[in-house]
């Protein structure tokens, strides 16, 4: 994959999946942006797809 398509594909995601997202919205209001944050980085597939896409796109920014 090429830089551009990685960064498409996460605006995508993020559109698609995140704005909106009813768990992060509830876990912040009972539990305060950080539980909310750590759940997207550790729990949620959406977050673990993202983090995926963000090392690929390392590795594309760092191979030139």
């Known amino acids: 994959m090429n830089k551009r398509s990685i960064i498409n594909e996460i605006?995508?995601?993020i559109?698609?999946?995140c704005d909106g997202c009813f768990l992060k919205k509830q876990l912040r209001e009972?539990?305060?942006k950080r539980a909310?944050?750590?759940f997207c980085i550790?729990?949620?597939t959406v977050g673990q797809q993202l983090?995926?896409?963000g090392?690929?796109?390392n590795k594309t920014t760092s191979a030139k």
């Open 36 to 38: 909310a944050h750590k």
């Open 15 to 17: 559109e698609t999946y």
């Open 11 to 13: 605006d995508e995601m």
């Open 51 to 53: 983090q995926f896409l």
């Open 55 to 57: 090392r690929e796109l």
């Open 42 to 44: 550790e729990s949620c």
């Open 30 to 32: 009972d539990k305060g």
